[in-house]
């Protein structure tokens, strides 16, 4: 049956989102000794993300000027500047944010039994990423870009459900937010892009600058990990990225609102694989690396063929979008 325009102009779920494929088991190592073989890492990493990060203030970004009372002026949906995958970009990359008492709890568990550093670095990471929500709502709130009440019950939604991991393997979780950190990285400064507002552009530019910090800390100890301990690391690793999703994904329509953003080239395959995925993998030469278990080796054949796969989804969607934009041009 062949597809009519309509049909054909609509992307597919496999080209609107990285596949996944969650059921990669991982041998069993000593997580422990893991930890306390890495600490040493993790203390030079914090000393040196502790020199280089920037003190901010989020009231610094905000356009207070432009506040109004709410009981004087209540919202309404005429009201925003922003067009509509912006506010949507905007709302699930707050919402997102706002789950930070759960990537804490799952941060403290995978880390929490290493000594001083990791602990210390916990307290740091959190401390950091809870300016971005602050920042972020202050400014959705005085620009009245969206329905703050909306905001806040979708908010309490988001909290009351919370954000679970299927593991707590630290370096399971260690694979995680290296990817994780780029990836919301990408998606804000995108957004920001996206806004054709200087302030939110700006807002989201601060913001992507800690996600970048945050991605190098993970990553480098990633890459230490893959010294001491190749075989684990490469399983974990493959592991999460064959299973990755964006920790907004319990989101109410997530879905729809990530292909939404993927459509605008805010966040879409080409910039998971190229952004995200691909860095990591050169980073730590999962493909030279030697001296492999047999499931270790496996795992890397099954990434050298997801990756293919993910490539293809990504160009269907590319040669899509141009047919698309060249019927937009032909009428």
Known sequence: MTATRDEDSQPT???????????LVVQPYDAQQLLIDLEPFAARLLDRHLAIAEEWF????????????FDKEPWTPDQPRLSGVARTAFEVNLLTEDNLPSYHRL????????????????????????????????????????????????????LEQGYERPTLDPLRGLAYVALQEVATRASHRNTGRYSDDPVADRIMARIATDENLHATFYR????????????????AVVAEILAFEMPGA?????????????????????????????????????FELTGLSPAAEAART????FLEEMDASARRLEERRERNEARARER
């Open 107 to 158: 941060i403290y568990g995978m880390f929490g039994k290493g000594d001083g550093a990791w602990i210390n670095w916990v307290g740091r990471w959190t401390a950091e990423e809870g300016r971005h929500a602050i920042v972020l709502r202050d400014y959705l709130t005085v620009t009245r870009n969206l329905d703050p009440t909306a905001l806040e019950q979708s908010r309490m939604a988001q």
């Open 220 to 235: 480098d100890i990633l890459a230490a990990a893959a010294e001491s301990h190749p075989s684990a690391t490469v399983e």
């Open 58 to 69: 989020p009231h610094d970004y905000i356009p207070y000027s432009q506040g109004r009372d």
């Open 250 to 286: 319990g989101i109410k329509g997530f879905r729809r609102k990530a292909a939404q953003m993927a459509l605008a080239g805010i966040y879409d395959l080409r910039i998971h694989r190229e952004q995200v995925v691909m860095p990591l993998v050169r980073k730590l030469r999962l």
């Open 302 to 305: 099954e990434l050298g063929t």
């Open 13 to 23: 779920t496999r080209e609107l989102e990285p596949p996944s494929r969650p059921d």
